[in-house]
Every structure is written in C-alpha cells, then in structure tokens.
C-alpha cells in the first residue's frame, strides 16, 4: 500500500531563518507531487506541483521554492521565512498524469506540518 | 474566485442527524471531489464524482452533482460524533484541484 510521509510535523522559525520542509512517498512510483498551504481556517492553497524529477511548476509567486530531487521525494524550501509564511503546509500525491495537472484523480496527503514564524 | 465555495461555513447537529453540506462553483468541471480533515491532520479523500455523474454513495455519504447549476452537495447520514472535521469540496479541471474553504461539522453525542 501506499503511505506518504511528512517532517517535521511542527517547527516555529524565526523571521529570516532557512526552511527545507521534506515529503516522501511509498508504495508507488512516478507519482504527481504537490505541495499546499493552508492558513488558520481556510482553505488549501496550492503553491508547487510536479509530474517528474527536476519538474517543479510554481502557482503562487513568493519566496518559497520546491525541488524533486528523487521520483518519491519533494523538497519545499525557503532561503528567508517571513512572517507570512506561517501557516500549516501539505504534501500529497496522486496517480501519475503526465504532463497534465492533477485534477483527474484523487490526492492522498500526508499528515503535514505546522510552521510558525516569528 | 476560481474556488468551490462551500456552504454552511460552520454546521452544528445532534448524533444521528443528517448533515448536508453544499458547494458551488463558476466554471466548467471534469470531477468534484470531496475531503475530510480532522483538526490538525492531513485531508482524507472522501468521494470523486464526475461531470457526467449524477449521484454517488459511499456508506453513510451519497454526493450530488448538478452541473447545470454548477453546484454538489454532500450528505452524511445518520451522523456520529466521530463524523465531527471540515469537509471541503475541490473541482478538478482541466488546471489543478482547487479547494473551497470547508465547512466546518460538529456532531453533538
């Protein structure tokens, strides 16, 4: 079976500081990747997915940045946090697609993780 | 917005009550999915339905999809304390998944 792993399941930041937030799956292979966030009471906000290695495409324009260095691993980033990007961040996959989105088949996602900058 | 809006924002019933939460949309769909989150956890697909499906159950669930009004609704019935989370709904395009915003369901033992 599958399973999709998250961490670190919480983490407070200060303003300024680097982040690498990692996400890996198991039990399937070439999946699509994506990674979200969620501010307190709202809802997913989709910030990076990927429909291979090395194939990172951007939604949101801000300070953060995803890599995929491995089939099963996603690698959110930031150089310098800001107070904005606190927030609790989401990874999930689904079955692969090609070059299409991922809108066509459901997305499991892993537990997450509470960020907070201050 | 391009997002599902999710209606009642909050909704507060009785075990063994139905609960019916509803969303509605602004352009064209192939799927409407709806997600489950518990406080503090990741979202848990719960039903996909797509643009030429008209009804779909799961166990206790049983979604709805109009699309000439643009909108679905999701029904759990005969609800459980442990039915308590957000659900969201997320229309799958020819883009990505957008999400609404949830409707939050406490259900009362």
């Known amino acids: 079976s599958q399973t999709i792993h998250q961490w670190p399941a919480t983490l407070v930041q200060p303003v300024g500081s680097p982040l690498s937030l990692e996400c890996t799956v198991e039990g399937t292979s070439n999946p699509n990747l994506y990674w979200y966030r969620q501010a307190a009471g709202r809802g997913l906000q989709l910030l990076f997915y990927s429909v291979g290695i090395g194939q990172i495409s951007s939604e949101v324009p801000q300070n953060l940045s995803a890599s995929r260095p491995q089939d099963r691993q996603f690698i959110l980033s930031s150089k310098k946090l800001l107070l904005s990007d606190s927030g609790f961040y989401l990874c999930?996959?689904?079955?692969?697609?090609?070059?299409?989105?991922?809108?066509?088949?459901?997305?499991?996602f892993g537990p997450g993780t509470r960020l907070t900058v201050l | 917005s391009q997002q599902g809006e999710e209606d009642p924002q909050a909704l507060s019933i009785q075990e063994g009550e139905n609960a019916t939460m509803n969303c509605s949309y602004k352009?064209?769909?192939?799927?409407l999915q709806w997600y489950r989150q518990n406080s503090g956890r990741g979202l848990v697909h719960l039903i996909l339905i797509r643009s030429n499906e008209r009804e779909k159950h799961s166990g206790r669930l049983r979604v709805t999809l109009d699309t000439s009004k643009k909108s679905s609704s999701l029904l759990i019935t005969a609800s459980r304390a442990a039915d308590t989370a957000s659900y969201f709904c997320?229309?799958?395009?020819?883009?990505?998944?957008?999400f609404g915003k949830g409707t939050k369901l406490s259900v009362k033992p």
């Open positions: 997320a229309r799958g395009s020819q883009g990505n998944l957008i």
């Open positions: 352009t064209s769909i192939n799927n």
């Open positions: 999930a996959w689904s079955v692969w697609t090609g070059v299409l989105a991922g809108s066509y088949n459901e997305q499991f």
